[in-house]
Nanobody
Framework: QVQLVESGGGLVQSGGSLRLSCAAS????????MAWYRQAPGKQRELVAA???????NYADSVKGRFTISRDNAKNTVYLQMNSLKPEDTAVYYC???????????WGQGTQVTVSS
């Protein structure tokens, strides 16, 4: 079992910044990929950014150049630095820790990010 605790969401004006954190505990030795997803009202959940244990990073086109995913192995924490936020970034953001191509897959509880215009 893996427990994930997210923090850092909130209300910010357009152009502002937020940093989300996702701290993991439990049986994380099998984990080799971490990611951030988001889901806006009435829309499907979408991948925002992902990082593997080997350091491969991917971003959604909509956030490239504005968001940065990173991890602190010593703290078992993954971060999402979000800059130049736009109203369309408003969503509930979820972190995901998993082992690729397996059912070993855990999600955080979600944290609300609201960007006002």
């Amino acid at each position: 079992q893996v427990q994930l605790v997210e923090s850092g969401g909130g209300l910010v004006q357009s152009g502002g910044s937020l940093r989300l954190s996702c701290a993991a505990s439990g049986s994380i030795a099998r984990i080799n990929a971490m990611a951030w997803y988001r889901q806006a009202p009435g829309k499907q959940r979408e991948l925002v950014a992902a990082i593997t244990s080997g350091g491969t990073i991917n971003y959604a086109d909509s956030v490239k150049g504005r968001f940065t995913i990173s991890r602190d192995n010593a703290k078992n924490t993954v971060y999402l630095q979000m800059n130049s936020l736009k109203p369309e970034d408003t969503a509930v953001y979820y972190c995901r820790w998993h082992r690729l191509a397996t059912a070993y897959d855990y999600w955080g509880q979600g944290t609300q990010v609201t960007v006002s215009s």
